[in-house]
Structures are given as structure tokens and as C-alpha cells.
């Protein structure tokens, strides 16, 4: 299923960070019915760089908004579309001239499709875009350096496996493989106790 959202004129967006500095934060960005929930940077950044690159395409977009292409239908409420997103789903922008109509800037971000009918909306949304981006940038935990996790599993593997004290009527502990993980580790000090 895809969703095409029309965006004529400016819009109304709003971008906030929810949970920071949490495993669950994530940067909400609406753009009138829309609301698209970005889960880590890197989806901020590339779903921002697609609408940086709709600035250059957008040139021959319109500088004045048509209501006529979004007008409201008789007994149906404005729709609304929501998605989450993480790990850069495919994401890209492409203009369409078509001789006799206006020009249509289209950009997709996953499962959204945004038609983008003038300069005004154009800007609204690299606006809400550019404020996302740089929200992520505070928002999420910093990527895990593996090489001190790596150094801290040493540290506990070092300290579980100790020599056993002189005098000790225990058998030496026998070293846990190198590749097991915190808790293989744990419960293997945990059984030796016993």
C-alpha cells in the first residue's frame, strides 16, 4: 500500500522529538495530515537530503498555489497518513512536466508519496525536513563503539575466570570460550559457585 499526499500551498508541519536519548526516541514530523515517525538519524538525514534535492528539481514548480487542486470532497473529512521509519527505506524525488499542466514535484519516502504542486509547499516541507535533521542529531543514543564493548566483555571474562586463592580446596575454574556472550558468561560463573 502506498499513500499520495498532495501538498498545495504552505503547510502546516510540526516537528518534535519524542523519548530523547532513550532505545525508543524517535523525531515526529507532520506536514498537515501527515505524520511520519523518523527512528534513527541516518533516515533523517537521507529523507532530508531528498528534499534538498527536490530544491533544484522544484524550479519550475508554480510560486502560487492553486486551491483548486485540493479542494475538500463533499462528506469525506480530511484524510490522515502515518508511517515509522528506520534504516533509510528507499527514499527519492523526481519532477514531472507534463506539456499543458503544471508541473509536479514527487517525493517519496517509503510507503508516502508526496505530490508537491508549488514553490511555497516545497519549501514548508525542507523546512520541516532541515528541523528533523537536525533534531535526530540530539535525539538519538550514539551508535554503540563496539571496540568497548568488545573490551568490557574481556574485563568480565578476566574477572569470572580469576585463579582460584591459594589454600583453595576448589578445582580451577575453566575458562569460558571467547565468543560466548554476557550471559553465557554469567551463568557459567553462576554453576562454578554452586
Known sequence: MKAI????????????????????ASVGVRIGGSLIYINDLDTAQAFHAVWRSGIEQGRPLPTRPDPDLARPVW???????????????PAHARLERTRGRPSCLWITLGRIVFAVHDQ???????????QAERLAATTFLPEPDLSVRYRA???????????PRAGSDRAPP???PAAQSHRGVLRTASERAR
Do not use: Y
Not at 14 to 20: E, L, S
Not at 75 to 89: F, I, K, T, W
Not at 153 to 163: C, G, K, M, Y
Open 174 to 176: 575453566v575458562a569460558a
Open 120 to 130: 511555497l509547499a516545497l519549501r514548508s516541507a525542507v523546512v520541516a525536513f532541515r
Open 5 to 24: 499526499v498532495s501538498l498545495v500551498g504552505p503547510q502546516d508541519v510540526t516537528v518534535t522529538a519524542h523519548r530523547p536519548g532513550t532505545d525508543g
Open 75 to 89: 462528506g469525506v473529512s480530511e484524510p490522515v497518513v502515518m508511517m515509522s521509519a528506520a534504516d533509510v527505506p
Open 153 to 163: 566483555e574481556a574485563t568480565v571474562q578476566r574477572l569470572l575466570n580469576a585463579p
